[in-house]
């Protein structure tokens, strides 16, 4: 088979940011990489892509790989080239994005590779550009989250207004008056109430709710301006 002459050939890989909510704090997974240059120090979840993988068959491969993650979903954030951003050899690396509940795939995770959660006020110094790129993906997701309720990705299947709160004023960096927000997420009709009580936090407790699923794309607009000016607001 023919090649292109005179052409200069790339690595390409992948680099997967993973939130994850524990109904307290908002999370990123993180590994220890395993190999110079950066030996030891925290990253993305990464590698190469294979011959005859695509961009997405590459991202599972490699999340499942070194987390132990399986069946997430995955979306596509942004490429990034800067001849200089891998010190040992030219990578171009296509970033995705993932947005999951904890408990939900917390059985799954793998000690391998040192997978880790950290809450995204603390997260440690990260290998080359990968900073930049969940700096990116917090704007995207923030973007999204003003139009759109994806956050519900981030909850268990049952879960209370406080906890639903909690999670969209981690992700705005923002304090948002508990009156008015229960009575603007109830008003979209994508909550189904439930009799049981979550009691942890107090004697009188708040009642558990689940996403109406048969709602949640029909009224997918139901949450546009849900937070005022999201682009003056940040993670």
Request: proline residues 4%; contains cysteine.
């Amino acid at each position: 088979m023919h090649k292109y002459s005179n052409q200069t050939r790339h690595l390409l890989a992948v680099d997967c940011i993973v939130f994850g909510f524990d109904g307290e704090s908002l999370k990123i997974l993180l590994i220890q990489r395993a190999f110079e240059p950066e030996k030891g120090n925290w990253s993305l979840m990464g590698g190469f892509v294979r011959q005859d993988e695509s961009l997405e068959q590459a991202s599972n491969r490699i999340l499942k790989q070194l987390t132990g993650l399986d069946g997430v979903y995955l979306e596509q954030l942004h490429t990034y080239g800067d001849a200089k951003r891998d010190p040992i050899e030219r990578t171009v690396s296509t970033a995705y994005f993932a947005l999951i509940d904890i408990y939900k795939y917390e059985t799954q995770l793998s000690n391998d590779y040192h997978a880790e959660w950290f809450p995204m006020k603390r997260v440690p110094k990260l290998i080359f550009d990968h900073q930049e790129m969940v700096e990116a993906a917090k704007r995207r997701i923030r973007y999204k989250a003003a139009l759109h309720p994806i956050l519900f990705e981030l909850l268990p299947d049952k879960f209370t207004i406080p906890q639903l709160q909690t999670l969209y004023e981690a992700v705005f960096n923002t304090t948002i008056d508990k009156r008015n927000f229960s009575k603007r997420v109830l008003a979209t009709g994508l909550l189904i109430k439930l009799a049981e009580k979550d009691k942890a936090g107090s004697k009188r407790g708040a009642y558990y709710y689940q996403l109406n699923k048969q709602n949640y794309y029909a009224k997918f607009q139901a949450f546009l301006n849900f937070i005022p000016n999201p682009d003056t607001l940040s993670l």
